[in-house]
């Protein structure tokens, strides 16, 4: 029996349901217990610009998308223009025929620098500047071409159903797409209309429309095109399986670990996570999870970590949730949580800088800037999640490892997380523990907050509490919270803080720190996202004979030296791979065990790293090919 690995990507201009399009694939296929893993790219503007979503359908777990797709469905000329050359030998492109003749010059959203590069393409080629120039290059490459007149489609069914609104509703070429796309792969279309009402419930007049007319699409492609070589029958669905977005994997282990409290300031791909919580921001009062979680979006971040910190105050579980930019203007406040040892979780949700830099696009630009951040010295945690999966379980550790040590804690995510569509083992909310660490029920007279204790952390009272008298500032304090410049009190209070890191390198368990996937002759350290796309050019090498190891780093700041060194210590070629321009964690790497890397994959485009070409490189550099650094470039 062969196995399914399988490539299907929609494309059309920003709002105009591909978001929506692609959601209705993947639950489709889920459905059919395939397993998934879906990207979103898109510009930072509201509407008009390209946008297009990739779906990875497979019959065995897969962590990342690839280069190659094997069925396209597009509704606009861009579309076509952008992606024909992904589409492989055997594959297919679905596309309105109405557009055969659109020229370049007619598609005002195409940038000049790829413009120029299109042209010389089909320049070499001896093709006209059209759709129809494009197409000729794929089915010259063994691309299967699918015309379709989608204004016909809607025409038809408007006749057929004797709805006049339906020839005019340009926004169904979503559906229209997804559902011949259904219907030229076989899956059995029950689960498409399943999916559709599911969808649709609260509204049944669209769902019935949305129905009409995926019901006349499949039908159409499944009689229509019956040469296409891949088929999507369905597999046995593996019980307990979720499909996810990846902000709701953090957004969801807030909610289990007690987060009540989560001011914000909207900015991508960040926002999503605060819309999702507070969308579902009434929860049932049970056991010892009681209590909804308050979203608050607040004039800006300065505000928001400022309202963080006093939720933090009372004793309340509190965070925020920002990229870049955002973090870049919370972080005097985060020096006052750190001099007042404050616990404060802030989910990082990095995307591609510097400045503005490229807003919807991703990168892990800011990991050095996370660690430093802050003027003076002060204790804090940086943590980075790799998978959706465990990023659920993370943010329940973070909240944890900000009561019991103290400390403001950044949990590292990024747009790569944010925009993509898993299935994974549906998340197990009692595998959340809830440590307060020393918060203080009731308070004996004579309490000094800051006090000094055997190991650097003191018992925290909550604001308001009887006999819990203490003071906050950003000055110096001493054991009460009160203002000092005393040069024996500044030092004591300097190492009781600071004691913290040897503390968290101390009491977080070793696995949580550094994930070991096995050390080989050659070995990956990677972290955050980039950790997919290394685990399936693993899995693609090792089918080879060819073995690489891999280390995932997870507890960044502090950062786990001797134990990263002692796991290292037979590996004779380290491997960084990430997604920036400077390699940041194999400097982080270098300064804390005093060993270089050996060589550096690196991507920094904006878009999210592919298997393919994770693998390609590995491959390059085991058949001593590869430059040291070497910079990734897939993606449209």
């Known amino acids: 029996m062969s196995s399914t690995d399988f490539t299907w990507l929609i494309g059309g201009p920003q709002g105009s349901g591909v978001e929506s399009g692609a959601n209705i694939f993947s639950r489709v296929c889920a459905e059919m217990g395939y397993q998934i893993f879906g990207k979103r790219e898109f510009y930072s503007n509201i ?100 015309p379709v007149s989608f204004k016909s489609i809607l025409l038809t069914l408007s006749e057929e159903t004797e709805n006049p609104r339906l020839k005019g509703l340009i926004r169904m070429y979503n559906v229209i797409g997804v559902s011949l796309s259904l219907g030229i792969v076989k899956m059995p279309p029950d689960s498409l209309q399943k999916t559709i009402d599911n969808i649709f419930s609260k509204k049944p007049e669209i769902a019935k429309i949305n129905q009409q007319t995926a019901t006349y699409s499949y039908n159409y492609a499944a009689a229509k095109f019956e040469n296409f070589a891949h088929t999507l029958p369905g597999t046995e669905k593996e019980p307990g399986t979720l499909l996810v977005q990846g ?82 203007l919370m972080t005097e406040m985060l020096g006052w949580a750190g001099m007042n040892e404050v616990p404060v979780v802030i989910t990082a949700y990095q995307r591609s800088g510097p400045s503005t830099g490229l807003p919807t696009r991703h990168g892990q630009d800011d990991l050095l800037f996370t660690v430093f951040a802050g003027h003076g010295d002060f204790p804090k945690i940086v943590y980075a999640s790799g998978e959706i999966e465990e990023s659920f379980y993370d943010t329940g550790n973070c909240f944890n490892y900000a009561d019991v040590f103290q400390v403001p804690v950044i949990h590292m995510m990024d747009k790569f997380h944010a925009s993509s569509v898993i299935t994974c083992k549906r998340f197990d909310p009692e595998k959340i523990t809830i440590d307060r660490g020393l918060l203080l029920d009731k308070v004996e007279d ?117 134990h990263v060194s002692s796991l290292l210590k037979d590996a004779k070629t380290i491997i960084d791979v990430e997604a920036n321009h400077s390699g940041q964690l194999g400097k982080l790497f270098k300064q804390n065990t005093g060993r270089s890397v050996d060589y550096s994959i690196l991507k920094y485009s904006g878009r999210a790293m592919t298997s393919t070409e994770v693998y390609d490189t590995l491959k390059k550099i085991v058949e001593n090919k590869a430059e040291k650094r070497e910079v990734l470039m897939h993606g449209a």
């Open 47 to 146: 509407k008009g610009e390209h946008s297009y979503f990739t779906v990875r359908i497979a019959d065995k777990k897969i962590h990342s998308n690839v280069n190659d797709v094997n069925l396209m469905a597009s509704f606009d000329a861009e579309t076509i223009f952008r992606h024909y050359d992904e589409v492989v030998s055997g594959g297919g492109i679905i596309y309105d025929s109405d557009l055969e003749e659109t020229k370049t010059d007619a598609v005002h959203t195409l940038d000049a620098p790829f413009k120029e590069r299109l042209h010389k393409e089909l320049e070499s080629k001896n093709k006209p500047f059209t759709i129809a120039g494009v197409l000729e290059i794929a089915k010259e490459k063994g691309v299967l071409l699918y």
């Open 446 to 562: 004579g309490y000094r907050r800051f006090e000094f204790t055997e190991d650097g952390i003191s018992p925290r009272s909550r604001l308001g509490m009887d006999n819990g008298i203490f003071w906050n500032t950003g000055d110096e304090s001493d054991e009460t919270g009160h203002i000092t410049e005393d040069p024996i009190m500044r030092v004591k209070m300097m190492d009781k803080r600071m004691s913290r890191l040897e503390l968290i390198l101390e009491r977080i368990p070793t696995e949580e720190q550094v994930v070991s996937y096995g050390i080989e002759e050659y070995t990956i350290i990677s972290w955050g996202s980039t950790i997919g796309p290394v685990k399936d050019a693993i899995d693609m090498l090792k089918k080879e004979g060819i073995s690489i190891g891999l280390l995932q780093l997870k507890l960044m700041h502090p950062f786990p030296a001797e």
């Open 247 to 328: 902000f709701q994997g953090t957004a969801l282990g807030k909610m289990v670990c007690g987060c009540r409290f989560q001011p914000y300031y909207p900015i991508t791909p960040a926002s999503d996570e605060s819309v999702y919580l507070e969308s579902n921001e009434i929860l049932e009062i049970t056991g010892d999870r009681p209590g909804s979680t308050a979203v608050i979006q607040t004039e800006d971040e300065i505000c928001a970590i400022g309202m963080t910190i006093g939720g933090a105050l009372t004793g309340t579980r509190s965070a925020t949730c920002t990229s870049g930019p955002g973090f870049a």
